[in-house]
């Protein structure tokens, strides 16, 4: 089965600076997809970033990018330009090649601070 | 993208009683997913919904407890049966997206419903 982990529980940054969330995941298969999903106050789960394991360049998003590393299992998520309204929980999710449904991780809640 | 209405969006309910959650989705789907998120934790998935067939449970949910309905490919209803306090959470519902064209790379979820059993 597989398993996502985020190590961190709580971060904050200061507003227009960089902070990087972590997350690492175990799984047997070769072909999966890897997500990050914001979910704020309103509680509403929105999708900030998304990469394919089959692909090795990182995927970026206007402020936010990867850092996909697959030997490593590691798929940490950097926020450029922090802005007040990036305050939210983030959850690393994990989805197989082979099945639909998502694997979360713990989440992590950051706070930008102004 | 798919648009996802769920109702209700909260609800304080007594124990002993039950609860439909419903979720319409704006488009047909084929799969149809209800999680749960404890408080303060992750999003834990409690069943899988495909139309015209039963829901598919995880690990430490059943049907009695939890049952689902999915009368066709736009909608789907969680019932939370006997509620006790352990039953509050955040219960959301979820439809497989096709990101890049490809079907099931990616998930769309409502807004979620905030049960509280007193």
């Known amino acids: 089965a597989q398993t996502v982990t985020q190590s961190q529980p709580e971060m904050s940054v200061q507003e227009a600076e960089t902070v990087t969330l972590s997350c690492t995941y175990d799984?047997?298969?070769?072909?999966?997809?890897l997500f990050w999903y914001k979910q704020p106050p309103s509680r509403q789960m929105i999708l900030v970033i998304r990469?394919?394991?089959?692909?090795?360049q990182n995927a970026t998003e206007n402020r936010f990018s990867v850092n996909f590393q697959k030997a490593a299992k590691s798929f940490s998520l950097k926020i450029s330009d922090s802005q007040l309204g990036d305050t939210a929980m983030y959850f690393c999710?994990?989805?197989?090649?082979?099945?639909?449904?998502?694997?979360f991780g713990p989440g992590t809640r950051l706070s930008v601070l102004p | 993208s798919a648009v996802i209405s769920q109702k209700p969006s909260r609800d304080i309910c007594q124990r002993g009683t039950s609860l439909t959650i419903q979720c319409q989705v704006d488009?047909?789907?084929?799969?149809m997913f209800w999680y749960r998120q404890q408080p303060g934790q992750s999003l834990t998935l409690i069943a899988t919904?495909?139309?015209?067939?039963?829901?598919?449970?995880e690990s430490g949910f059943v049907i009695d407890k939890f049952p689902i309905s999915r009368p066709n490919l736009t909608f789907s209803t969680l019932t939370v049966s006997n509620m006790s306090p352990e039953d509050s959470s955040i219960y959301l519902c979820?439809?497989?997206?096709?990101?890049?064209?490809?079907?099931?790379?990616?998930?769309?979820f409502g807004q979620g419903t905030r049960l509280t059993v007193v």
């Open positions: 979820s439809v497989e997206g096709a990101a890049g064209g490809k079907v099931g790379t990616e998930a769309f």
């Open positions: 799984t047997s298969e070769n072909n999966y997809y």
């Open positions: 990469q394919e394991a089959y692909k090795q």
């Open positions: 999710a994990f989805m197989s090649h082979y099945g639909q449904n998502f694997v």
């Open positions: 488009s047909q789907v084929t799969m």
């Open positions: 919904a495909n139309q015209g067939s039963e829901a598919t449970y």
